[in-house]
């Protein structure tokens, strides 16, 4: 019977005498399974923080909006309404909160500073489903809505813009011929750079306030928020029939939600992780091919030694055994040091992130790091083990 230990020892020993040749030789393997952790770990936090900044625009949100048609008025009985919005409320369960909205392009004026602003109509659930963060000051209560005050909430870029660092609560803006005073500062809790409803300079007020500016009490968006993103779907063809019952044949509304978007994230990140593992497969399979170069030119330096060690009773199968078990321990080695290089990254790099982002290590990833690793070793160890295991002792001994 072979003795395991015996051929463990030996090719231990071969690769200590050879420390830097063991080294530069295993530095492809390091860099390869350093590069699968890596990889994975970047395509999973990219993917992470991608999907809160969609997710951060509204919680299983649906929301509706009526198709215009290009060169033709549409009938006022098209346009969506309070009316909806409290339909949809009291007779979709599954509905946790509704709001409606209408933005208007207009001036505002404070302290003699005029600037051209983005003037939202908002009712009472707005913040809660586009999830505004108020910096200062408070927002629209029912009273505010019932009384139609002429009160109005700001961006915080907008705010510095008109009044510098001072505080901008209690001041009062003009828009139009109506007066309002500022009783919130805002902003999003996750950028959208322009692509909803509020941009960098936008005032927000009682969306009853808005037929004064618009002429007409309509809502231009409607949103629904879902109890849970498994009732989204539901919630969406809720929406969609309430619509269509509510209003003429010809009227046509264009029900949307965050999943498309999500899904179309979700196939990029996908497809982005494929690429680059791809390319550390590639970082290990040229390593692979090092170790067998590396290996075939220590066969040939090794000869004698092989010569002697059959000629004393070393079997054929130990001789590979001890080949392989050298490419193992180079590839297995070189597997863990890339492997705690790929994890110190990350962890290292958490301490320079926000607070709210989060690095996720996938324990998968290790795994097939290290597995991929040491199988690479062992398919490319094979070729120079079976050529030292078919050395004839007489020929290895006369080797010079």
């Not at 625009?57 to 909806?84: I, R």
């Not at 939202?120 to 000051?137: A, K, P, S």
């Not at 805002?186 to 941009?199: A, H, K, N, P």
Request: hydrophobic share 50%; with cysteine; glycine share 8%.
């Amino acid at each position: 019977m072979m003795d395991f230990h015996e051929t463990f020892t030996v090719a231990l020993e071969a690769l200590r005498a050879n420390k830097l040749r063991t080294l530069l030789t295993s530095l492809g393997v390091i860099i390869g399974s350093a590069s699968i952790v890596l990889v994975v770990t970047v395509a999973l936090t990219s993917k992470k923080f991608v999907l809160s900044q969609i997710e951060a625009t509204g919680s299983n949100l649906v929301w509706a909006e009526m198709v215009k048609t290009p060169d033709k008025a549409q009938p006022l009985s098209h346009e969506l309404t309070l009316d909806d919005m409290e339909a949809i409320r009291s007779s979709v369960a599954q509905v946790a909160q509704v709001a409606g909205v209408r933005e208007f392009r207009t001036s505002v004026i404070a302290q003699g500073v005029e600037r051209p602003v983005n003037l939202i109509g908002v009712t009472q659930g707005f913040q809660e489903i586009r999830r505004l963060l108020i910096l200062r000051g408070r927002y629209f209560d029912s009273t505010d809505m019932d009384r139609r005050d002429k009160v109005c909430l700001i961006t915080k870029q907008l705010a510095g813009r008109l009044f510098g660092p001072e505080n901008a609560i209690g001041r009062t803006v003009r828009m139009g011929e109506l007066m309002f005073t500022v009783i919130g500062v805002f902003v999003e809790r996750s950028e959208t750079f322009g692509l909803s409803d509020i941009q960098m300079e936008s005032v927000l007020i009682p969306f009853g306030l808005m037929k004064y500016y618009t002429g007409v009490d309509v809502i231009r968006v409607l949103d629904a928020q879902a109890a849970s993103a498994a009732d989204v779907p539901s919630v969406k063809r809720q929406v969609t029939q309430i619509l269509k019952s509510r209003h003429p044949a010809g009227a046509d509304y264009d029900v949307q939600t965050l999943a498309v978007i999500l899904d179309a994230a979700k196939k990029i990140s996908l497809a982005l992780t494929v690429v680059l593992i791809v390319i550390a497969f590639i970082a290990l399979l040229i390593s692979g091919i090092g170790i067998m170069n590396i290996m075939l030119v220590t066969v040939k330096e090794r000869t004698r030694e092989i010569g002697i060690r059959k000629a004393i009773g070393a079997e054929r199968r130990e001789i590979m055994y001890q080949f392989l078990i050298e490419a193992i321990l180079i590839s297995g080695g070189g597997a863990v040091i890339g492997i705690l290089i790929g994890l110190a990254i990350p962890v290292t790099a958490q301490f320079f992130l926000p607070g709210n982002l989060r690095v996720p290590v996938s324990g998968m990833s290790v795994i097939v790091a290290f597995v991929v690793s040491c199988s690479t070793g062992l398919f490319f160890g094979y070729l120079p083990a079976s050529q030292a295991a078919k050395l004839q002792p007489i020929e290895s001994l006369r080797y010079e």
